[in-house]
């Protein structure tokens, strides 16, 4: 029988859930709960890709190291390279759980963490428009007050407080897309680009160097779904189900979506967040339009009901 894969893309806000969960051992509680429904998964015949989100843990890593730079002088650690610390933290802390899930079921199956690197492009305008919000929420007077004395730019992300953003360049080429592959193939629970990959570009030699960005993890888990043309691109974040005209009195919680409904309603600007929802969506259009056959969002605790068409929010070609 064909194996079934599923690229999981879990948000970097369903491993931080609030300010008062953002110790490490918060986020290694959290990523083993997240562990036991890719298990599941597994289980239930999936050979499962994770990826994972990095925004708050990417703003966290940051910031301690602008703190660094100042209160003791020591020098100042690259956006790319928090980028690949984030891979290293959350890929470890999802990495072990799973293990010691697959353990405990008596299930024989590795798990490999790929540190890896996404290519953008230079002149992506993207460079000049920071939008991908990073690090913990803050008031509004906070969030100002940063803006005005770090130089931070600063917006209200999704209703739920003021975060910092960075600049997000669309991802284009996976670096270790044949390691990756590789991975898959010999049936290793594979897990990779972390915070969308570590952005990189190519130089005029062709050689890979590292830019100031943070790519949007949904984007980077799409394009890999695309390349490795998997059966299901599966979206776990904070909510059980998408929802058209989301926070208003008009709020519609949806079972399910055609492709041309999601194009509609993210045409329409007004249900999908930007920087939040509107990103998924997008993702799972791009990877619809390029072949895929199905793609679904849900939370990690619905991701097995999901699964069983009884939760989550589920878009097809039609
Ligand atoms: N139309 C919508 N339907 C459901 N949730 C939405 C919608 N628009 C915005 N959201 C918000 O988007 C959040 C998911 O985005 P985010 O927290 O950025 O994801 P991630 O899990 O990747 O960190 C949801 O928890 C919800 O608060
Ligand atoms: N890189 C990224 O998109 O992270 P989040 O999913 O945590 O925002």
């Known amino acids: ?9 879990i948000g970097g806000n369903s491993l931080i859930k609030d300010k008062a969960h953002q110790s490490c051992e918060d986020q290694y509680l959290a990523a083993k709960e997240t562990a036991k429904h890719i298990v599941d998964m597994i289980e239930a015949g999936w050979e499962v890709v994770v990826g994972h989100g990095n925004g708050p843990q990417v703003g966290f890593i940051l910031q301690k190291a602008e703190l660094a730079e100042k209160e003791v002088n020591l020098a100042m650690a690259s956006l790319d390279v928090c980028g690949a610390q984030s891979q290293g933290q959350i890929g470890y802390m999802l990495a072990q759980n799973l293990q010691n899930e697959l353990k405990r079921r008596k299930i024989e199956k590795s798990v490999a963490c790929v540190l890896e690197q996404t290519i953008v492009d230079k002149d992506d305008p993207a460079f000049k428009k920071p939008t991908k919000p990073i690090g913990g929420f803050m008031g509004e007077s906070e969030a100002k007050a940063k803006a ?27 670096v ?60 776990s974040t904070a909510v059980e189900k998408v929802a058209i005209n989301y926070g208003t009195a008009e709020e ?7 492709l041309a409904e999601a194009k509609a309603y993210l045409a329409e600007g007004k249900h999908f967040k930007s920087g939040s929802m509107a990103p998924k969506i997008q993702a799972c259009i791009w990877f619809l339009e390029a072949g895929g056959k199905q793609a679904l969002i849900t939370n990690p605790e619905n991701i097995g009901r999901a699964l069983k068409g009884e939760s989550g929010t589920l878009i097809t070609c039609n």
């Open 148 to 174: 005005e004395a770090e130089g931070w730019t600063v917006v209200e992300d999704a209703g739920r407080g003021w975060r910092r953003v960075v600049a997000s360049p669309l991802p284009k080429e996976i």
């Open 252 to 258: 519609k919680w949806l079972d399910r979506m055609t």
């Open 1 to 9: 029988m064909a194996k079934k894969v599923a690229v999981v893309a």
């Open 176 to 235: 270790e897309l044949e390691a990756i592959r590789s991975l898959i193939e010999a049936g290793v629970v594979t897990i990779s680009i972390g915070g969308g990959g570590i952005p990189v570009i190519r130089d005029d030699n062709g050689d890979l160097e590292g830019v100031a960005a943070v790519i949007d993890k949904d984007f980077g888990n799409s394009l890999l779904a695309r390349e490795i043309k998997a059966d299901l691109l599966l979206i």
